[in-house]
């Protein structure tokens, strides 16, 4: 019995959602310190409306 959870505990892992305004509002400053050390916005994976050209 040492293996077992319970049902509380599996609540507690499920991955909350992310704030959109707050994923914008990190996603403005990844893009702003991209910009100022010169990289390429194709680059920048973890957000999606990024395209390479």
Do not use: R, W
Not at 28 to 53: M, N, Y
């Amino acid at each position: 019995m040492g293996n077992t959870t319970s049902h509380n505990t599996l609540k507690k892992q499920k991955v909350s959602s992310v704030n959109p305004f707050i994923k914008m509002i990190e996603d403005k400053k990844t893009i702003t310190q991209a910009i100022q050390e010169g990289k390429p916005l194709s680059s920048l994976k973890d957000i999606k409306f990024v395209k390479p050209l």
